[in-house]
């Protein structure tokens, strides 16, 4: 295990190191739950001002589908590539590069809003999802930090703790500080992003002063255009990640499909605004949380992997039909928080898969991928969601029960975890 190559950090430092990775997840991930609300009421809600008042609900709908899956292209590239770079620079100066990335597109977001710019909107959301490798980082950190395959799981689970806080706060972010009920004058779009920018220059000061590094054997990089490429191809040349990938990969574009959808459709079906959309944001998110740390572990005890992912495959797609039949705005809205359960449940078991599939000297190369994967079935189901959104408003979760049905199809056939090279547990 990874954790061969760790000094003897004290207990003090390190709770420190990992506190200060939770918050680095927690940070990349708030952008996600700030940004989302924010976006659909700019860009769907008639009467915003943000688009010209012209511009049709099915143009509103590309354009919006165009700015969230822009930033989950950028990601793709981004992430595999600098959490390798975190293999060869070292997790932190890999953390830090992502952190001021993170900073630049609030500030470019900030910018676009009063300017009503379109464009440097959408380059705002390309600059941040390529600087959003800190997840992979720090998992990759993380599992450094490890001393025994149970520790690695549990750290695990406290990255997607960080994740969870970061979808949980990034809404109440949104919402306060965009609401003039509650601010007064003070209230706009814009004081989010600039509320964002200012929590990534606090983290950026957290992990320069509290994080070192466990894991000091440095791979060589070698920078090359097709690296990306290169990477996702050595990790589907690889029998044991391939396996996780088949499940993996289907899972992401289900939960995907619900999850950048759920808020477009609270508001074209209710006509719920910023603040309701963020209180979706935050109930998933709040599920998210406590599975992450009240339920992986004593699951992963008791349970197969094959077993859990099944289940949570097969509970996930009765959540979102549920979300698409129910005729009430609340009840919809309370959908959100078991949906952001199970979430929390099979991501980090997966994670933990993706883990066992590799060996200690490549966990910074794995998680990458891991995300690589995501952020690419993540733009699918972006790009995809304008053109399902025009056949009906339930189309993008009639495309995301089928993925979460061929998950559950993969898991239970499929998923063969085994030794690999390298000297990882299966």
């Not at 676009?112 to 380059?123: D, E, F, H, N, T």
């Not at 609340?330 to 991501?347: F, N, T």
């Not at 078991?349 to 994967?373: D, I």
């Not at 975890?417 to 390298?422: H, I, K």
């Amino acid at each position: 295990m990874s954790g061969a190559a760790i000094s003897g950090p004290s207990s003090r430092s390190l709770r420190l190191a990992l506190l200060a990775l939770m918050v680095v997840c927690f940070v990349d991930v708030m952008g996600q739950g700030l940004a989302f609300p924010i976006f659909d009421t700019l860009l769907l809600k008639a009467g915003s001002g943000f688009l010209p008042d012209a511009t049709s609900r099915s143009r509103a709908e590309l354009l919006y589908s165009v700015a969230i899956g822009t930033f989950f292209l950028t990601w793709l590239f981004g992430s595999i590539y600098v959490a390798r770079l975190s293999d060869s620079i070292g997790r932190k100066r890999g953390i830090l590069i992502c952190l001021a990335g993170a900073f630049a597109g609030y500030a470019l977001a900030a910018a676009a809003i009063p300017l009503r710019s379109y464009g440097l909107l959408v380059a705002s959301r390309a600059i941040t999802g390529f600087t959003a490798g800190t997840q992979p980082i720090a998992a990759a950190a993380m599992i450094d930090l490890a001393r025994s395959e149970a520790e690695s799981t549990r750290n695990l689970g406290l990255a997607n703790v960080g994740v969870s806080g970061g979808l949980v706060i990034g809404p109440i972010i949104g919402g306060v500080f965009s609401d003039p009920a509650l601010l007064g004058p003070w209230a706009s779009p814009t004081l989010p992003f600039v509320v964002g920018g200012g929590l990534c220059v606090l983290a950026l000061v957290f992990i320069a002063l509290s994080f070192r590094d466990a894991n000091q054997a440095l791979v060589p990089l070698r920078l090359s255009p097709l690296e990306v490429w290169r990477l996702l191809a050595r990790g589907l040349e690889r029998r044991a990640v391939l396996r996780v990938t088949a499940v993996y990969f289907p899972y992401m574009l289900c939960f995907m499909g619900f999850y950048v959808f759920a808020a477009a459709s609270l508001t074209a079906r209710f006509g719920y605004g910023t603040q309701a959309t963020s209180l979706a944001m935050f109930l998933l998110g709040t599920g998210l949380a406590l599975a992450s740390g009240l339920l992986v572990e004593p699951l992963n005890a008791r349970l197969s992997s094959r077993a859990l992912l099944g289940w949570v495959a097969l509970l996930l797609c009765g959540v979102i039909a549920a979300f698409v039949a129910v005729p009430s705005g609340p009840l919809a809205l309370a959908l959100l928080l078991p949906a952001g359960a199970l979430h929390g449940i099979g991501y980090p078991t997966l994670l933990a898969a993706y883990s066992r599939s590799a060996s200690a000297e490549e966990q910074g190369w794995v998680m990458g991928f891991s995300t690589a994967v995501f952020t690419l079935a993540a733009a699918i189901v972006s790009f995809l969601g304008g053109e399902l959104t025009s056949s009906g408003p339930a189309a993008p979760f009639l495309f995301a029960l089928v993925c979460g049905a061929t998950a559950l199809l993969a898991a239970l056939t499929i998923w063969r975890p085994q030794r690999p090279p390298g000297g990882a547990n299966p």
